[in-house]
């Protein structure tokens, strides 16, 4: 798992094209089986029991109250390995594109498992029932446990729900602020931490600064300027919260990694 959780403001996004299957199954100890070349993502979760898992030379144990995320195309074995029978719903879909950054890779000992028991218990019901929209359904519920996933591991990766909650206030305050000047301590203070310890927790949420966090807030408006056609640089500078034109036009690309003349 990576050190760090990189979220942008605008936030992760992954539109489900197609569900390939949603299946519950109970197999005995010794049962083994493989994956690999699969053309479609797997989410699951175990209700029982436990197995051995084998991905591109790493083991490890899976059990009840785990919930497995594989990416396409990814290669595996397993082997259940517990006497009582191992449980599980496995949901496999497909995607618009491909899913970048993500950070629920293999195995997530997850801390509400009752809720994404009743999540993966709903999917399997709509789906097997194939009763009106079912299909509709089944995709949102997906999307559900998927946003459910990630949002257990950064909460994971930050250490407390609290504080994901203060540095999302914080992302909420600056896309609805960025207009104005703000500063790093302004921020702090609105997390309730202190800048140091709010600039630590802060980069590990959103894997940058809060200030190149903020500047990428900016640069987007000011894209959205420059469509118009309707404005000076000075003009843009100044409508998203740049202090002067030289230092937008150098933050922009940075950003951009071309000027705001030749974007």
């Known amino acids: 798992m990576e050190n760090y959780v990189q979220i942008h403001h ?3 996004d992954i539109t489900i094209t197609e569900t390939e299957y949603v299946y519950h199954m109970k197999r005995p100890q010794g049962f083994t089986f493989s994956k690999g070349d699969q053309d479609y993502y797997i989410v699951a979760m175990i209700l029982g029991g436990s197995a051995q898992y084998r991905v591109n030379k790493n083991t490890f144990t899976v ?24 449980e599980h719903i496995a949901v496999a879909f497909r995607i618009d594109g491909e899913i970048g950054d993500f950070p629920a890779e293999g195995v997530t000992k997850v801390s509400h498992s009752n809720r994404f028991a009743e999540l993966f218990g709903q999917a399997y019901s709509v789906w097997s029932g194939c009763g009106f929209g079912y299909k509709l359904q089944t995709k949102a519920l997906i999307h559900q446990i998927l946003f459910s996933l990630m949002q257990e591991n950064v909460s994971y990766m930050v250490g407390t729900d609290t504080a994901l909650q ?16 703000i500063t790093v301590q302004e921020l702090a ?20 600064s809060p200030i190149q966090y903020l500047n990428q807030i900016r640069i987007m408006h000011a894209k959205n300027l420059l469509r118009t056609g309707q404005y ?23 950003i951009t990694g071309t000027t705001p003349a030749k974007w």
């Not at 203060?166 to 000047?181: F, G, I, P």
């Not at 203070?189 to 949420?205: C, I, L, Q, T, W």
């Not at 003009?235 to 998203?240: G, H, N, R």
């Open 10 to 12: 605008a936030d992760t």
């Open 63 to 86: 059990q009840k109250g785990d919930v497995l995320f594989f990416r396409k195309g990814t290669h595996y074995t397993a082997k259940v390995t517990s006497k009582d029978p191992w």
């Open 166 to 181: 203060a540095m999302k206030n914080v992302s909420d305050y600056m896309e609805q602020n960025y207009r104005e000047k």
């Open 189 to 208: 203070e609105r997390s309730g931490y202190s800048a140091s310890h709010f600039a630590r927790v802060f980069s590990k949420v959103y894997n940058t």
């Open 232 to 254: 000076t640089m000075a003009q843009i500078a100044q409508e998203c919260g740049f202090s002067n034109v030289y230092y937008f036009s150098r933050c922009f690309k940075q």
